[in-house]
């Protein structure tokens, strides 16, 4: 045993030996609450989770249908006149577009009076916008949307469609109606285009309202909720100063891998938009296109192991230095207590 005592690096001193000094305690106490700061700021590390990223190519197949969440107000036109039509660059073209979507009839004053389903009616790229000729009045129709149009009556499109996945567009438009605008030229030329974007998002909605409500930090799936545009006068005229207003979106893939549920596959996007005047047809272009790239984000979390290593670390380096702290600042005071006894202090 007394050979085995020989290897002991830590070798204790009698406290008979040792001597408390103030700056000692001072050293001590800002080592103690130092030390204490820094276990807690690992211990909230190790706690809590982070997310990391990465970018890689896109290998979906594109025979998968993607899902468009629109939630539409707009304020002066009346559903009546209103059809959104889906168009891609596969020649596909689907006219009063279908899925899950719904037209609320909106008072000037913002109250619901009428809600209805939008209807399944789908046409091939061979039959052009001949559907939007297809509708037929009588004038006890004629005088039912010439009142809409000047009771201020407005709509609100909300639901989802579900298109391919490719390049195209889904728009919000008068041209299934141009036929009457003949014999409503005076209320044509003031038709109304003004809307708010309460919601547009691509995906699944349930992904997305859980995304955008636990992880806010990460991605951009809505950038353009809330987005509005109000159309005014001519100032040279009484006509409304109507056009044609255009977002161009560029949609990535995005998939979530969180620590506690099943991996979640939204789809962010960026956006820009447009102004096109057009007195004759007013209408809402939602363009998207697709990223080449997909983005992936894992939530993470420290493991016990590390944390236990920056401990260790955050003990042994703090002691370390504060040891050499109160071993300079002690020599430094009994350099100097000596220097004063000798009356050599200036």
């Not at 008072?107 to 052009?128: C, L, M, P, W």
């Not at 559907?131 to 009771?151: G, K, P, V, W």
């Not at 290593?309 to 071993?327: K, M, N, P, R, Y």
């Not at 207590?337 to 200036?346: I, N, P, R, T, Y």
Request: aromatic content about 10%; some cysteine; glycine content about 6%.
């Amino acid at each position: 045993m007394r050979n085995l005592k020989r290897f002991d690096l830590y070798r204790k001193v009698p406290r008979d030996l040792t001597e408390p000094t103030l700056s000692g305690a001072v050293v001590s106490c800002c080592t103690v609450v130092l030390g204490l700061h820094l276990f807690l700021t690992e211990l909230f590390v190790f706690l809590s989770r982070r997310w990391d990223s990465e970018m890689l190519i896109d290998e979906s197949r594109t025979e998968e249908k993607l899902q468009i969440n629109i939630d539409v107000t707009l304020p002066a036109m009346p559903c009546e006149l209103l059809s959104l039509d889906a168009q891609d660059v596969m020649g596909s073209h689907e006219v009063d577009a279908h899925g899950n979507l719904f037209k609320e009839r909106l008072t000037s004053k913002g109250d619901v009076i009428g809600r209805e389903e939008i209807q399944t009616s789908h046409y091939g790229a061979a039959s052009g916008l001949t559907r939007h000729n297809l509708f037929s009045y009588d004038n006890q129709d004629m005088e039912r949307i010439r009142t809409m149009i000047h009771s201020g009556e407005g709509c609100r499109v909300a639901g989802f469609v579900k298109v391919n996945r490719v390049p195209g567009n889904v728009h919000l438009s008068t041209y299934s109606h141009s036929i009457l605008f003949g014999s409503l030229y005076q209320e044509a030329k003031n038709m109304n285009i003004s809307h708010r974007i309460n919601h547009l998002s691509f995906g699944d909605d349930s992904n997305i309202n859980y995304i955008t409500t636990h992880f806010k930090d990460t991605g951009t799936v809505a950038p353009l909720d809330g987005v509005s545009q109000i159309v005014t006068e001519k100032k040279t005229g009484a006509f409304i100063d109507s056009a044609i207003f255009e977002y161009y979106t560029k949609v990535v893939p995005t998939t979530y891998f969180p620590l506690d549920r099943p991996p979640l596959n939204v789809f962010q996007f960026t956006a820009n938009s447009n102004k096109i005047a057009n007195q004759q047809m007013p209408s809402l272009y939602f363009r998207y296109d697709f990223s080449p790239v997909t983005v992936r984000y894992t939530e993470v979390r420290e493991s016990f192991s590390h944390f236990l290593v920056q401990i260790c670390a955050v003990i042994g380096g703090i002691f370390t230095v504060a040891a050499f702290l109160d071993s300079l600042l002690h020599r430094s005071i009994v350099h100097l207590a000596k220097k004063a006894q000798f009356g050599k202090l200036v």
